[in-house]
């Protein structure tokens, strides 16, 4: 069963630390955004699932995970996703993938990162109703 990135209990923990941490004066100012695409934040949590999240910063946009293995694979990897900017566009999404003996091949890499736009696409698509 695939977890959402909301009944992940790792991710659940790591934003109460970040909220925790805001409340202590660390929180942005008000008028400050953040600058994340939560269609490609939601996406890359929904496809990197396998992986467990190690850290989370939705105001700079980094997803930290350590390592994990896909269903069905026998390889273990493990990730760092950057979501740079609030547009749904692939020059927005940044993504490091690695196995133990080291970074992947960059058609890995896309691949990886086409599946996180393409869940994205669909996530927009549903909130539309289209």
């Not at 699932?49 to 990897?77: N, R």
Request: glycine content about 8%.
């Amino acid at each position: 069963m695939r977890r959402t990135a909301l009944t992940n209990p790792l991710l659940v923990l790591a934003l109460a630390l970040g909220l925790a941490a805001c409340s202590r004066g660390n929180a942005p100012a008000p008028t400050e955004q953040v600058a994340v695409n939560r269609y490609l934040w939601t996406a890359a949590l929904d496809v990197l699932d396998f992986l467990p999240v190690e850290a989370v910063d939705p105001f700079t946009g980094v997803i930290v995970t350590g390592y994990g293995t896909p269903p069905g694979g026998g390889t273990a990897y493990r990730a760092t996703v950057h979501v740079s900017d609030p547009a749904l566009d692939a020059r927005a999404l940044n993504v490091a993938l690695a196995t133990r003996s080291g970074p992947v091949d960059r058609a890995t890499q896309r691949a990886l990162e086409d599946a996180i736009l393409d869940r994205a696409r669909q996530l927009r698509i549903r909130d539309r109703g289209i």
